[in-house]
């Protein structure tokens, strides 16, 4: 079975990490499963400070565009962490993959956040 994964690379304003973690941890994961998505990973990168890493996983890329659409613009997003999110971010990229389920699991219990299932 094929997922479509796609990988989120946020660059953080300087100095904006630990405030950006506690954010995730403490509300944006929350409301990630709230709405079903399949968070596989979210974390900081290795290479430096300032950059971090939000792996999701879709059905399809049909069903990434719907969630999404959804999800940022729910009153619980928007009204939510929102702003503050978006204050920390200097710029993102995305890639987006399909997979193996297999794969995805691989990089769920390697990478040691995120969800099993949604």
Avoid at 20 to 28: C, G, I, P, S, T
């Amino acid at each position: 079975m094929k997922r479509t994964v796609e990988i989120r690379t946020l660059t953080l304003k300087a100095g904006a990490r630990a405030t950006f973690q506690a954010l995730w941890d403490e509300q944006v994961y929350a409301l990630n499963r709230r709405f079903g998505t399949d968070v596989v990973y979210y974390g900081p990168s290795s290479h430096d400070s300032d950059t971090y890493c939000v792996i999701r996983s879709y059905d399809s890329l049909e069903q990434r565009q719907h969630s999404q659409e959804v999800y940022y613009s729910s009153p619980e997003w928007v009204r939510g962490p929102r702003a503050q999110i978006v204050a920390l971010i200097e710029s993102e990229v995305d890639a987006v993959l399909e997979l193996d389920m297999e794969a995805v699991d691989v990089l769920r219990h390697s990478l040691g956040r995120g969800t099993l299932k949604p």
